[in-house]
């Protein structure tokens, strides 16, 4: 039975200090809160590494995107209140780790307003290895791009139907809901943005990163840009002694845990991207 403030995605987080409870009533809105980070990544030894992964496993084709997700995972893994979000003006521990990415359909052409892309929402298991969540990913991303209307679809094309007012109205007791604490399962569980971080691999439109605003509608306090990586200077610009750097842009509800525990995070997403052959759990 559902009760007020207990959610079915997250447990009321008790003790805090006056400071972080009042954040969410001072800065009520998640880019009210936003703290931006970049980075540049590395990828010679992450390229070397991704070349040998693939040819180890055969009918696998993982890029760096798959190597982001799992370091993601990893993160909240080791810091689990980067998994929090804040709704309803309170906080929230998030009981799943689920990752949320844009997928291409087709890009459009140059005379064309936009790139057809599917919204993926995933559960990570913390136990997965490598090897599993590339599988799975691959497999999923497969059937949300060719399997017909996804549930964001069904939902939109529902609400749509509505007439203007009506749409509002329902937006609304939505977000009411949402505030309450007593959304229902179903919704919660189908709508990608209700999800610990949004990944966006901008390399796959052949884009540079860049600063993402977090959505107000659902829960994601992460939202992570891969960027088109670059060629350093003097590097050849193909084959295995390529040199390639990669921009990431970070934009973090601040609400959620302090700016140093995020840093800290993005530093490891870092280390595992520039150099995974030295993370143990990638290498069993």
Same mark, same amino acid.
């Given at each position: 039975m559902m009760s007020i403030w207990r959610r079915v995605d997250g447990d009321l987080v008790t003790g805090l200090d006056y400071t972080r409870r009042a954040m969410p009533y001072m800065m009520r809105g998640r880019n009210e809160s936003a703290f931006y980070f970049d980075e540049y990544v590395q990828l010679q030894k992450c390229d070397a590494w991704i070349r040998a992964f693939n040819e180890a496993h055969p009918g696998l084709n993982a890029d760096v995107f798959h190597l982001a997700l799992w370091a993601i995972r990893d993160c909240m893994v080791r810091w689990p209140t980067m998994n929090r979000f804040v709704m309803g003006g309170r906080l929230y521990q998030r009981r799943e780790i689920t990752l949320t990415y844009a997928v291409k359909r087709r890009l459009k052409g140059d005379g064309e307003s936009s790139a057809d892309s599917a919204t993926v929402k995933r559960v990570f298991d913390p136990e997965e290895s490598f090897a599993d969540l590339v599988a799975g990913v691959m497999a999923q991303t497969r059937a949300e791009r060719f399997g017909g209307p996804t549930h964001t679809d069904r939902e939109l094309r529902w609400i749509l139907m509505l007439p203007g007012v009506l749409r509002r109205v329902f937006v609304a007791a939505m977000r009411a809901l949402d505030a309450y604490g007593v959304l229902p399962r179903a919704w919660i569980e189908g709508d990608p943005m209700y999800t610990s971080a949004f990944l966006a691999h901008m390399a796959s439109f052949g884009m540079p990163a860049g600063y993402h605003h977090l959505y107000e509608y659902g829960t994601a306090g992460v939202f992570a840009v891969l960027g088109r990586p670059n060629?350093?200077?003097?590097?050849?610009?193909?084959?295995?002694?390529?040199?390639?750097?990669?921009?990431?842009?970070?934009?973090?509800?601040?609400?959620?845990?302090?700016?140093?525990?995020?840093? /800290?995070?993005?530093?490891?997403?870092? /280390?595992?991207?520039?150099?995974?052959?030295?993370?143990p759990a990638l290498n069993p």
């Open positions: 060629t350093d200077p003097g590097s050849p610009t193909s084959g295995p002694d390529r040199r390639r750097t990669m921009r990431v842009a970070f934009t973090f509800d601040e609400r959620t845990e302090d700016g140093i525990v995020a840093w /800290r995070s993005i530093q490891h997403f870092k /280390r595992v991207l520039e150099d995974p052959g030295a993370v």
